[in-house]
Structure formats: C-alpha cells, structure tokens
T-cell receptor, first 115, second 118 residues
Framework: AQKITQTQPGMFVQEKEAVTLDCTYD???????LFWYKQPSSGEMIFLIY??????QNATEGRYSLNFQKARKSANLVISASQLGDSAMYFC????????????FGSGTQLTVLP | EADIYQTPRYLVIGTGKKITLECSQT?????MYWYQQDPGMELHLIHY???????EKGDLSSESTVSRIRTEHFPLTLESARPSHTSQYLC?????????????????FGEGSRLTVL
C-alpha cells in the first residue's frame, strides 16, 4: 500500500490566489513527521514545512501552511498569494517512528502559477 | 542554507564505464542518504548511512555501491554503467531530531547529479 498519496498530478493557480495541494498518508505509528518539499525544474529539493504527529497546531512558514487533519490522515499544503516562482513540483513526505531512517515520498504535484 | 554539494551536476557517459558521484556536506551530519529519481517521479531511497563505516541499502534495489569513510563524504559508485542507470541521483543529509526523536529532522538535499548512460 502507498504510504504517501498525492492525487493531483498537476494543478494550475492564478497568480496571487491561494492553492491547496493534497496529501494523505498511511501509517500505524503514533510518532511520525510530515514534510513538504519543493523541486523546481533545476532539480534541487527545497524543504518547505514540517508537521509532527503530536503537534496540535497547524505548521506555518511564511506563505506556506500545513492543514493537518490527523483523523483523516491528511496533510495538505496551502500556499497563499501564489507567485510565478512557486511553479514547481511539490512532494509530500513522511518519516515514521523513533528509529526512522528515511523519508518516504509521494508521487508529487506539478504546480503551475499563471500570470 | 544547507551546505551539501554534489558533483558532477550532469554526466553523459557510455555503457560499461565506471562512475563515481560525489557528495559532501559541511554540517557534520551523521545521517546521509542517496535517492534515485526518474523525471517527474517520486524519490526512492537506494542507500543510507548512520555514520562512518555504516552503510545500508534502501528500499529500491540498486547496482550502485556507497562508502562512508569520513563523516562529510558519501560517494556513490557504479562499476559498470548501463542505460537503465539513467536517472537523477540526489544526496541528502539529516539533522538530529528534536529531543532525540529521529522522525523530526528534515533532510537537506544537494542539487542532484543527472546521469545519462548511452
């Protein structure tokens, strides 16, 4: 079974609008971390935001916020006031448990911001 | 700003050649990783290391090998490259987790090495 599911292969958003990128996850661990990364066409992976399974507040980092719904096992990324530079591939990832060794990534969402 | 470097950024070679992809980090991180990514696809872990002289294979089977002789250096080697090895290879290192919890530390990535085997 997929541990991280991103159901939107591609998304379009108008500049200055907000956009939500979906991510659902599957784990039986109580302790886990959820991450979002941005990958521009140049190929590097840029860390955006982190949410821990025990965090009661939704994480926020500037224009990025994470809509964490634990019961639904979803961790959607919200980008407010989209900019042309936000056009990129976005990956949701999870790290499980206290002996976690790696991040498991979803298949990604290609976001295109339209002028 | 993460200090993790990969060379070469781009490499085009012929079948049968031996190649080494270099990865270095100056942050003193113990944990390092190699991921493989085909264009537009998810990342798959192929190797990881918890520290010097510690290396393990990841979830995706790979014919490559790695070594960790120094904390800052984690090179990946293909003894005989084939067209099926054409991919992007991303190196990463990880900060210690908060309060010792391993799951909280994010990965810092290098810029990647795009390998094309003809």
């Amino acid at each position: 079974a997929q541990k991280i599911t991103q159901t939107q292969p591609g998304m379009f958003v108008q500049e200055k609008e907000a956009v939500t990128l979906d991510c659902t996850y599957d784990t039986s661990d109580q302790s886990y971390g959820l991450f979002w990364y941005k990958q521009p066409s140049s190929g590097e992976m840029i860390f955006l935001i982190y949410q821990g399974s025990y965090d009661e507040q939704n994480a926020t980092e500037g224009r990025y916020s994470l809509n964490f719904q634990k019961a639904r096992k979803s961790a959607n990324l919200v980008i407010s006031a989209s900019q042309l530079g936000d056009s990129a591939m976005y990956f949701c990832a999870m790290r499980e448990g206290h002996s976690a060794r790696q991040l498991t990534f979803g298949s990604g969402t290609q976001l295109t911001v339209l002028p | 700003e993460a200090d993790i470097y990969q060379t070469p950024r781009y490499l085009v070679i012929g079948t049968g050649k031996k190649i080494t992809l270099e990865c270095s980090q100056t942050m003193g991180h113990d944990k390092m990783y190699w991921y493989q990514q085909d264009p537009g696809m998810e990342l798959h872990l192929i190797h990881y290391s918890y520290g010097v002289n510690s290396t393990e294979k990841g979830d995706l089977s790979s014919e490559s090998t790695v070594s960790r002789i120094r904390t800052e250096h984690f090179p990946l080697t293909l003894e005989s490259a084939r067209p099926s090895h054409t991919s992007q290879y991303l190196c990463a290192s990880s900060i210690p987790g908060l309060a010792g919890d391993a799951y909280t530390g994010e990965l810092f990535f290098g810029e990647g090495s795009r390998l094309t085997v003809l």
